[in-house]
Every structure is written in structure tokens, then in C-alpha cells.
């Protein structure tokens, strides 16, 4: 299991850290985890990736601005998210697969927490 915690309202240009703790089965099994996010009527889309060597990948709106970090002691894994835009809101979501390679996209990811909302105003 995957649970999400830290979401919130924030004015553009405040912070975020978005933490999620995974539990059980899912912890063991699990190489690669990411962050997606999503807003009602379009698609889910990744935000960050890390691999089960640190390897972190961002998409490009988010270069820069946030860092995906892992701690594999407290098995839990964070989103720092800085420089916040109106543009970044949405239902965060952090997602977990057994491939030891991260990649961009939700088919990849077999794992899945229910979701924290960020909501960042103008």
C-alpha cells in the first residue's frame, strides 16, 4: 500500500513536501517510484521519477523547482516542491513498480496511492 500526506493550499511561490509512505507487500516488491499529478478532464502525468539507484528524472515544467528523494530506511519517498506556480495544481499521486528503470508513464507503475490535492493560487 502507498499513502500520500502533505498536500495543501499554498500562494504561488511558497513551498510543498509531499511525503508517501509505502507498507507491506507493496515495499518489497517495489524498484522505481514516481509522482504523477492530475487535474479533472485531462490525463494523468508524471511529475518525477527515481530509480532504485537515486537516478531521478523531472518533467520539464518542474526542473529546477522540485526534488524527488527516497529514503529506502523509512521506506517512504518525497517531493520537495518549491517556486510553486498556479499551474502546478492537481491530485498528487506517487506510484510504485517492481522495474528497477523509471520511466514518464502511468502504465508503467502497478502501485498506487489514493492521492493528496495541492492547490497552489495566484
Known amino acids: 500500500q502507498l499513502a500520500e500526506s502533505g498536500g495543501g493550499s499554498v500562494q504561488a511561490g511558497g513551498s510543498l513536501r509531499l511525503s508517501c509512505v509505502a507498507s507491506?507487500?507493496?515495499?518489497?516488491?517495489?524498484?522505481?517510484l514516481a509522482w504523477f499529478r492530475q487535474v479533472p478532464g485531462k490525463e494523468r502525468e508524471a511529475v518525477a521519477t527515481?530509480?532504485?539507484?537515486?537516478?531521478?528524472q523531472y518533467t520539464d515544467s518542474v526542473q529546477g523547482r522540485f526534488t524527488i528523494s527516497r529514503d529506502n530506511a523509512k521506506t517512504t519517498l518525497y517531493l520537495q516542491m518549491d517556486s510553486l506556480k498556479p499551474e502546478d495544481t492537481g491530485m498528487y499521486y506517487c506510484?510504485?513498480?517492481?522495474?528497477?528503470?523509471?520511466?514518464?508513464?502511468?502504465?508503467?507503475?502497478?502501485?498506487w496511492g489514493q492521492g493528496t490535492q495541492v492547490t497552489v493560487s495566484s
Open positions: 506510484a510504485a513498480a517492481r522495474k528497477k528503470k523509471a520511466i514518464m508513464s502511468p502504465d508503467w507503475y502497478s502501485y
Open positions: 507491506g507487500y507493496t515495499y518489497y516488491s517495489v524498484n522505481c
Open positions: 527515481i530509480d532504485i539507484d537515486g537516478t531521478a
